[in-house]
């Protein structure tokens, strides 16, 4: 049984591998630190699982997960992520994704959650499927139906305060480029200052009021 564990932190990606090779039997896990790399190594690999981060530098975690289910949809793919926005689980979803949970679950979650997607079951988070069902399943909010997946991710960057120039080097793009984003999701969401944006963060439940400037 081979798992590739994507994830842009040396220090997550490493502590995580030995976790779940030393408490499942017979797993072979490997590394990825972009997306970029994670279709590589499954262009060369046939792994049936990636553990895969939504904020990744280069391609988005949920782009690379729909890349990757769109060349093998037989593969597996769970997010494990800082981000607990319903929105963002919901691309997940969409994505082709088996199952979300956040990083601060315990890592007895993890593995429940590992063992459920490759017995090919969907595992969500308890907390994250209750809000889910309590929002009628999906937890969109139509002012977000028409954002792309790097516009979302944007948003939340900017909604919490995150830097144009952080958000670059975060992301492996220009400044410049996070600078027309952020124009375009002003116009697109109607909104006029950054006050403004937060506040719809906020509203939409991209955004907890304790996230902000986190």
Known sequence: MNILIVDDHAVVRQG??????????GVTVSEAASGEEALQRVAQGCPELV???????????LETARRL????????????????????????LEAGASGYLTKSAAPQVLLEAVRKVLAGHTYIEHGLATALACTGGDGQDPRLGGMTQRE????????????????ADKLCISAKTVANY????????QVGSQSELVHLAIDTGLLRVGQVGA
Request: charged share 20%; proline share 4%.
């Open 182 to 189: 952020q124009t375009q999701l002003k116009n697109k969401l």
């Open 69 to 92: 289910r769109a060349r093998q949809p037989q593969l597996r793919v769970l997010f494990f992520s800082m981000h607990d926005e319903l929105p963002v689980v919901r691309k997940a």
């Open 16 to 25: 995580y591998a030995s976790l779940l090779a030393t408490l499942l039997e």
């Open 51 to 61: 553990i895969l981060d939504v904020g990744l530098p280069g391609i988005s975690g």
């Open 152 to 167: 979302l991710e944007i948003f939340v960057l900017l909604a919490r305060g995150v830097g144009l120039r952080q958000i």
